[in-house]
């Protein structure tokens, strides 16, 4: 059964949307190229201490961090490092979610670290605007199915990939909460959206092949072709008339 949130429960999540955008926006200053992934670990524990929250990540099914960080062909789950250095060129996934209240907000985005590849340019805008057709499914009576199938779309129309495996997901009370929301669908398939719901939609999307596999850490996806990878990802509320964005920056 797809959880469906209470007006007080929305009230909850807005506010801890609102708190999760702030700290994102402190850790995107800190990108540059020098720094450590580590570094910005560390920052992360500092303003989820700064705003009374708690990580969503850290203990989830063991992860040892506050934040994901995701360079180039790592896709998502990447374990911050003082080994991780920044560099001209890197392009690097930021993944954060808080608990605020007892409810839980998620998001993600990937900048560039200074001048970047025209390639990696074209793939970071691509991933963006997957993300905005998506959201123009979300909407009372359409279905998981209508969100998937758009991403795939727009994705695959422009020579990028999309990974089976990992999806988005709904979420609430817990990190991962039904239903899953894969990139790759059927229109018309799959649940429908009701008001109330709140989900994370999060392209992920390949320069080459869609094929992943996990290193030896036990959890930084990387691409199998080491080409370059891409996540954004919101926290979305169905409501009567289409979607409110609670992570919005």
Same mark, same amino acid.
């Given at each position: 059964?797809?959880?469906?949130?209470?007006?007080?429960?929305?009230?909850?999540?807005?506010?801890?949307?609102?708190?999760?955008?702030?700290?994102?926006?402190?850790?995107?200053?800190?990108?540059?190229?020098?720094?450590? %992934?580590?570094?910005?670990?560390?920052? %992360?524990?500092?303003?989820?201490?700064?705003?009374?929250?708690?990580?969503?990540?850290?203990?989830?099914?063991?992860?040892?961090?506050?934040?994901?960080?995701?360079?180039?062909?790592?896709?998502?789950?990447?374990?911050?490092?003082?080994?991780?250095?920044?560099?001209?060129?890197?392009?690097?996934?930021?993944?954060?979610?808080?608990?605020?209240?007892?409810?839980?907000?998620?998001?993600?985005?990937?900048?560039?670290?200074?001048?970047?590849?025209?390639?990696?340019?074209?793939?970071?805008?691509? %991933?963006?605007?997957?993300?905005?057709?998506?959201?123009?499914?979300?909407?009372?009576?359409?279905?998981?199915?209508?969100?998937?199938?758009?991403?795939?779309?727009?994705?695959?129309?422009?020579?990028?990939?999309?990974?089976?495996? +990992?999806?988005? #997901?709904?979420?609430?009370?817990? %990190? #991962?909460?039904?239903?899953?929301?894969?990139?790759?669908?059927?229109?018309?398939?799959?649940?429908?959206?009701?008001?109330?719901?709140? +989900?994370?939609?999060?392209?992920?999307?390949?320069?080459?092949?869609?094929?992943?596999?996990?290193?030896?850490?036990?959890?930084?996806?990387?691409?199998?072709?080491?080409?370059?990878?891409? #996540?954004?990802?919101?926290?979305?509320?169905?409501?009567?008339?289409?979607?409110?964005? +609670?992570?919005?920056?």
């Amino acid at each position: 059964m797809i959880p469906v949130k209470t007006e007080k429960e929305v009230k909850i999540m807005k506010k801890g949307g609102r708190i999760l955008v702030k700290i994102m926006k402190e850790l995107m200053k800190n990108i540059k190229p020098g720094i450590c %992934t580590e570094d910005l670990n560390q920052l %992360t524990e500092k303003l989820i201490y700064k705003y009374k929250v708690l990580s969503s990540f850290k203990g989830f099914k063991g992860f040892p961090a506050n934040l994901c960080i995701s360079v180039n062909e790592e896709l998502v789950h990447g374990l911050p490092s003082k080994e991780r250095i920044l560099k001209k060129g890197d392009i690097v996934t930021l993944d954060l979610g808080i608990e605020y209240r007892g409810y839980h907000t998620d998001m993600a985005i990937t900048v560039g670290v200074g001048k970047i590849t025209p390639q990696a340019k074209k793939l970071i805008e691509v %991933t963006k605007k997957a993300l905005k057709e998506a959201l123009k499914e979300v909407k009372p009576g359409k279905t998981i199915g209508d969100i998937s199938s758009a991403i795939q779309k727009y994705v695959e129309a422009r020579g990028f990939s999309l990974n089976q495996q +990992l999806t988005g #997901h709904g979420i609430g009370k817990e %990190t #991962h909460e039904p239903p899953l929301i894969p990139n790759i669908g059927q229109p018309n398939s799959g649940p429908k959206l009701i008001s109330g719901m709140t +989900l994370c939609l999060e392209p992920m999307v390949n320069v080459g092949a869609p094929k992943v596999r996990t290193l030896s850490d036990g959890w930084t996806v990387v691409t199998v072709d080491k080409n370059l990878s891409c #996540h954004f990802e919101y926290t979305v509320l169905v409501t009567k008339r289409g979607y409110k964005i +609670l992570t919005k920056i």
